[in-house]
């Protein structure tokens, strides 16, 4: 037994059974991966997969046993690499961060600045996904943390801890109707809201789902005629006048967006909180830490290990 017989398994079941997009990741040949699986097998004993001639299917009953095995080894090999490097090079490597590009675009940049000064040998990789895809990269060991404001907490296999709360603002062009309706201070409403057009986030982003309760709580019908996954994408719809936009109000930056008037929305929306995710079972190299904290101070080391050892606990 081997670990490339194991990443072929794995490799298999993530990829969906094809052969040929295994082998391209791992790369190697397809009979090459064939042939690790099936001297695993026949270690084994077992078949793993199910087969349509050579073309594997499906998992077998004793593949489903044995592939959650497969993967904690495979973490755990994970997990002894990165112990020793913490020792060999505790102050170089990789630092992989998933976040949705709310996050990415107006959260991290300081984060980012911030920990590039302090740790100048670790070399950092974005990627950007929805929150689902964010939990998705965590949970296959393919990003050491996640940022999001959305579904991270739904998954036991992570560790979420709470951020920072956010609010929803509104945006119009400078002659837009509610801009006139909201002078001298008077508040905006979600009946005002429910005459015009909506331009917002994709459900299950960046708050989306507040917006939606809003609504309904109200009776109120929400016309939303465009959305997105970027605020950038939004305002630039709002500023052709093809309707209202609902962003984070992060988003919202006075001198770069003066073609658009920002009202204040935090009395209509519930707060939004931003979460940082780790997988439970993940070795946190030293600068994880350094990271984790640079973004959100409170989370400092003893905390985040406190919160680790419990293994119930979230926010």
């Not at 592939?67 to 990789?94: K, T, W």
């Not at 670790?122 to 579904?151: K, Y």
């Amino acid at each position: 037994m081997n670990f490339q017989q194991l990443r072929s398994v794995r490799e298999a079941q993530r990829r969906g059974f094809n052969l040929t997009e295994v082998a391209q990741a791992l790369h190697t040949s397809q009979p090459g991966v064939s042939r690790q699986i099936r001297e695993l097998e026949d270690e084994l004993g077992i078949d793993i997969f199910i087969r349509a001639g050579k073309r594997l299917t499906g998992l077998t009953e004793p593949g489903r046993n044995v592939m959650p095995i497969v993967e904690r080894l495979l973490r755990e090999a994970e997990n002894l690499r990165r112990a020793g490097e913490d020792f060999a090079r505790a102050d170089s490597g990789h630092l992989r961060i998933a976040a949705t590009h709310s996050q990415a675009r107006y959260a991290l940049p300081p984060a980012v600045r911030d920990f590039r000064n302090s740790h100048p040998e670790v070399s950092l990789q974005f990627q950007q996904g929805t929150p689902q895809q964010v939990a998705r990269l965590l949970m296959d060991g393919e990003a050491d943390i996640g940022i999001a404001t959305e579904a991270l907490a739904e998954h036991p296999e992570l560790l979420t801890l709470p951020c920072y709360r956010w609010t929803h603002t509104v945006l119009v062009p400078h002659d837009h109707p509610l801009a006139r309706e909201t002078s001298e201070g008077r508040p905006l409403t979600l009946e005002q809201l429910g005459r015009h057009p909506i331009i917002t986030y994709e459900s299950g982003y960046t708050g989306r789902s507040h917006i939606d309760q809003a609504f309904a709580a109200a009776g109120v019908d929400l016309n939303v005629v465009l959305v997105a996954m970027d605020a950038d994408v939004i305002k630039t719809y709002v500023e052709l006048g093809l309707g209202v936009g609902i962003v984070a109000a992060i988003a919202y930056d006075e001198e770069r967006d003066r073609q658009l008037r920002a009202i204040d929305a935090r009395h209509l929306f519930a707060d939004n909180l931003t979460r940082l995710a780790v997988r439970r079972d993940a070795y946190l190299r030293d600068y994880v830490y350094a990271f984790i904290e640079t973004f959100a101070p409170p989370l400092t080391r003893e905390l985040v290990e406190q919160a680790r050892a419990h293994p119930g606990g979230s926010d």
